[in-house]
């Protein structure tokens, strides 16, 4: 049974000396049917092993359950991945950032508020056994000592960045150990963070962009001897919603490579394919201000988001190919596109009109949060009495993460917690009136102190100073639209507020192709019941990825929920993406 070697001079499995090519390829961000086509061409570019992130929080959404189905079949995609004779390289968290909803830690987790996170407060501990201990029964047949492709397994991620307790590593370690976990494990941090990031015993990676010497000098400072290896080897960025889209040229993303591997190091580059943020599932930052990341998470990646090779798939290939056997294939062809079509949506459903179908409300003395509601992803409606007649101001400690206010039914405003904004003034046309608050949680924070981050209407909301007797809390997921009765479209009477909206697009063949939004302003969009993602005309991205694994073959429902309102009834399908503008 091979079991990797961390040698004075480097890696050996099966006592031959190994370099680890790797590249980023999170099977969660891949529609599941298109897997093996994304690893083969991860052969074919010269990979000899790829890298995936496990997000705890899809697979166990709730405390108790846990998930191995559909997109979540890891144990299939490890399968695949073996069955292209490429090794891997497992990430499990129980922390993963990745630009992912809460960097992969479920939001049950805070329903306990004052809980302590990637650290040794008991109650996480124990959450973090149970789910090693319902992940790794199934993965572990897939270890290399068992006869599979997982050579390594990380321990935590970046937590030199967070924290410094090595007691808290020292007791994930002994977990893995216990669950069975019987290959090397491996920490990475930033050159900066080593230090406070790595444990005694644990193989120490590096991961950087840039400044390639000096990052594996500091390695080298803090693990003096054993390999090399730079596990995110960072060619490409992620985007974040009003900036523009971040692009590396291929050159010099292939220069730094070639310095990684000229060193004799072991490299992971990330992203090799970085995917899409379907759903709700994209993380955010907040360094003072608060920052969700978009839909797309193409990264600039060697596979572009529909899987195609882009420019730094034929330069990694080149560089890699001086170090390392390269497949001798041509590069991969890009798949087949729609042909451009428009869509019009005819039918329409209002989201407050059909609140009760959606989800059931909670009535209390005050606004519940979406963790206390048993809620991850969506939106949570809050509902109380206004009184009295008159001008108002609302106020609300705490928006996470943005609401829109409605009085008996009329929008009135918008609050934004990546301005931060607490305070809106209207007017109450009659004693009596009704307030409702539409709350989206754009996103957990996924990096640094801030992913405590609870959702909802947090601390003190009042209404001309005084706060309302009681509250109506509906969690809206929005997981399941089958309530929802649409009419025909009525251009004389527009739905007021946030609506479903939808449209059939009938096709011969299936094939991959991007939604196109323009006129539209802020929402969601599925596709025959497949959350694509949010849409958003702050932009830089403006259209969303379709896989064609969700098309078929006839009549296809299109169903775009609008949460303000849109200067058009249609929609395009159109065979290239839009990412918005670059900084060059």
């Not at 209390?364 to 009495?385: C, H, I, K, N, W």
Request: with cysteine; charged share 20%.
């Amino acid at each position: 049974m091979p079991r990797l070697e961390i040698a004075a001079d480097g890696f050996r499995l099966d006592d031959r000396p190994l370099r680890i090519i790797s590249g980023g390829l999170h099977y969660f961000r891949v529609h599941p049917e298109q897997w093996a086509d994304r690893l083969r061409k991860a052969r074919l570019m010269g990979l000899n092993t790829v890298e995936t992130y496990v997000p705890w929080n899809l697979h166990a959404p709730r405390r108790g359950e846990f998930r191995l189905d559909a997109g979540l079949d890891l144990p299939r995609f490890l399968d695949l991945a073996a069955a292209e004779g490429l090794y891997v390289l497992l990430r499990p968290g129980p922390y993963i950032c990745a630009e992912w909803e809460g960097g992969g830690l479920p939001s049950w987790l805070l329903a306990d508020e004052d809980v302590e996170l990637r650290s040794r407060d008991p109650r996480y501990l124990k959450a973090v056994d149970d789910y090693l201990g319902a992940l790794l029964p199934p993965v572990l047949p897939h270890l290399s000592t068992r006869g599979g492709p997982i050579i390594a397994v990380q321990l935590e991620n970046e937590y030199g960045a967070y924290g410094d307790d090595t007691g808290y590593l020292a007791e994930l370690a002994q977990m893995l150990d216990r669950h069975g976990v019987d290959v090397p494990l491996f920490t990475c941090d930033q050159p900066s963070d080593l230090a406070r990031g790595g444990l005694d015993g644990v193989l120490r990676t590096v991961n950087l962009g840039s400044r390639v010497d000096a990052g594996l000098a500091e390695l080298r400072t803090q693990q003096p001897s054993g390999p090399l290896m730079c596990s995110e080897f960072w060619i490409g960025w992620f985007d974040r919603w009003g900036g523009t889209h971040v692009t590396r040229s291929a050159a010099d993303a292939a220069a730094d490579l070639d310095r990684l591997l000229a060193a004799g190091a072991s490299v992971n580059i990330y992203m090799f394919h970085g995917g899409t943020n379907f759903g709700l599932t994209n993380g955010a930052n907040d360094k003072g201000r608060y920052r969700p990341t978009v839909t797309s998470y193409d990264y600039d990646a060697p596979l572009d988001e529909a899987g195609d090779p882009g420019p730094k798939y034929a330069a990694f290939r080149e560089v890699i190919a001086r170090y390392a056997p390269v497949p001798e294939q041509p590069v991969p062809a890009p798949s087949p596109k729609l042909a451009p079509a428009v869509v019009e949506l005819t039918a329409c459903a209002s989201l407050l009109d059909h609140r009760e179908g959606l989800g059931s409300a909670v009535h209390a003395d005050r606004p519940q949060l979406m963790e206390e509601l048993g809620q991850s992803f969506g939106f949570v409606l809050y509902e109380t009495v206004l009184p009295v007649a008159g001008p108002a101001v609302l106020r609300i400690a705490e928006v996470r993460d943005r609401a829109q206010v409605f009085v008996d039914g009329q929008p009135v405003g918008v609050l934004e917690r990546e301005s931060h904004e607490h305070a809106l003034a209207f007017h109450v046309p009659r004693g009596g009136a009704h307030l409702a608050v539409l709350v989206e949680n754009q996103g957990r924070v996924n990096y640094g102190q801030g992913m405590h981050d609870r959702k909802g209407l947090l601390g003190e909301v009042t209404v001309n100073g005084l706060a309302p007797e009681s509250w109506s809390s509906r969690p809206l997921p929005l997981d399941d639209l089958r309530g929802l009765s649409f009419t025909a479209f009525e251009p004389a009477v527009p739905p007021v507020g946030p609506a479903f909206h939808r449209g059939h697009l009938d096709l011969e063949q299936p094939a991959d192709g991007f939604i196109a939004l323009d006129g539209w302003t802020k929402g969601q969009v599925w596709i025959n019941g497949f959350a694509l993602g949010r849409y958003w005309s702050r932009g830089p991205q403006t259209t969303l990825y379709v896989p064609a694994p969700v098309l078929t073959a006839g009549r296809n429902e299109i169903t775009v929920l609008e949460l303000h309102g849109s200067t058009t009834r249609t929609v395009e399908l159109r065979g290239t993406p839009d990412l918005g503008p670059t900084e060059d």
